[in-house]
């Protein structure tokens, strides 16, 4: 169910239960949604107060296998959507507040959530952060704005440097933090500065050099600081090289991905000092006869061995055990040891490499 905040209405009364699912909060704000309130816990106050008093787009119980391109993960307590980096420094600063767990997504093409959803807040930064700016060879990129019309934008503007980014189906911020790319390349060095808002909730401007780019890595992996804004330096080049380079680029991603059925991605990382020693992630896991492996409904695609399908209703119990058998594989047969590119969330508003959690099982 969906809620715009501004529908919410001021009332007088006590706070009154009418139904166990359904609840008239009488704080400062009324607001009434239907959502189960015994597994929404403690928080529920306070998260109806931040979604009344924050003019942004909220839902209480949001299935958040729709949030992720694996189609996995149960219910989280509140989705919310910010507007700009004002909203946003509100958000944060209201869950440290009241030591709610937030978690900060994208459009989720790297992230499995868990099967029992997350006890907190979900902030998306997505479609209402997404303005791109082109002036010169410099772009400004909303921390929301979609990859790979960033790189549509950039050709039409005759600029060259992020044409590897076509295919990328996430967001600026989620690929500024995880310094995504492909052929080898990473958004970093394309990064001149990068305005986030701090886990104190406040917006701060950070160099290239603060970033700490390095192979799917940056420093906002340790510092949770949220990407509001990227600004990106690119070459002038010619439309048509740019143009034929993107072309190429789908059409390698079209003959070797999987298209139909969810996915995040590569599932391990690779690099270069794997690739000539064992070869890439993909290669390595076919080699280890592990192509066409099921779990429950995860399987290892046919396709391609470092991508795992959702054959239709697949847990991240499915997924993480299958995460765990291909490493364990992978190390007896090969000797190396996979890692994670896609990260886990766990209900508690966690996010690490969900090769950790599988360790676990
Ligand atoms: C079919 C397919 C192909 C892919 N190909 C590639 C590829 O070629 N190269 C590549 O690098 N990746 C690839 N990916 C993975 C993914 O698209 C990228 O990692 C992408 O950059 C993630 O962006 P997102 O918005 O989906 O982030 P999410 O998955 O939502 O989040 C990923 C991480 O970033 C964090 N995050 C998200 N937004 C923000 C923000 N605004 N501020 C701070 N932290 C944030 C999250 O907390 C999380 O830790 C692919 C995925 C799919 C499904």
């Not at 298209?259 to 590569?266: A, L």
């Not at 058998?325 to 996010?351: D, H, M, N, W």
Request: net charge positive; glycine share 10%; with cysteine.
């Amino acid at each position: 169910m969906k809620a715009y905040l501004t529908q919410a209405r001021r009332v007088d009364a006590e706070p009154i239960f009418k139904h166990s699912d359904f609840l008239v909060l009488t704080d400062d704000w009324v607001i009434m949604q239907h959502f189960n309130l015994l597994r929404t816990g403690s928080y529920l106050p306070a998260l109806c107060r931040i979604a009344v008093k924050i003019d942004a787009l909220a839902q209480f119980n949001p299935p958040l296998a729709q949030q992720n391109s694996w189609q996995i993960g149960g219910p989280a307590d509140l989705l919310i959507e910010p507007k700009n980096a004002q909203q946003v420094a509100a958000i944060v600063r209201f869950a440290r507040q009241e030591q709610i767990p937030l978690v900060v997504i994208g459009q989720g093409t790297n992230l499995l959530f868990d099967d029992a959803g997350v006890r907190g807040i979900v902030m998306k930064i997505g479609s209402q952060m997404a303005q791109i700016t082109i002036n010169g060879e410099q772009i400004l990129a909303g921390g929301g704005a979609w990859v790979p019309q960033l790189a549509r934008l950039s050709m039409r503007a005759g600029l060259t440097g992020l044409e590897h980014c076509i295919g990328i189906p996430g967001t600026v911020g989620g690929l500024v933090m995880m310094n995504g790319g492909s052929q080898h390349k990473g958004i970093g060095e394309n990064i001149a500065r990068v305005r986030v808002v701090t886990t104190a909730g406040e917006e701060e401007m950070l160099t290239q050099a603060d970033c700490a780019f390095a192979y799917r890595q940056s420093a906002l992996q340790t510092t949770g600081a949220v990407v509001v804004q990227a600004e990106l330096t690119c070459l002038s080049g010619d439309i048509a090289t740019i143009r034929r380079a993107m072309v190429a680029d789908l059409r390698n991603r079209r003959q070797k991905f999987p298209r139909k059925q969810p996915n995040c991605g590569s599932v391990f990382l690779s690099s270069a000092a794997m690739h000539a020693s064992v070869g890439p992630p993909g290669q390595i896991i076919e080699a280890a006869g592990l192509k066409g492996v099921r779990v429950g409904n995860a399987e290892v695609s046919r396709q391609h061995a470092n991508f795992i399908v959702n054959r239709g209703g697949a847990t991240s119990a499915d997924v993480l055990t299958l995460i765990k058998q291909i490493r364990a594989k992978v190390r007896t047969e090969i000797g190396f040891e996979l890692e994670c590119e896609v990260r886990y969330v766990s209900p508690e508003g966690q996010i690490f490499p969900a090769h950790k959690q599988a360790d676990l099982l």
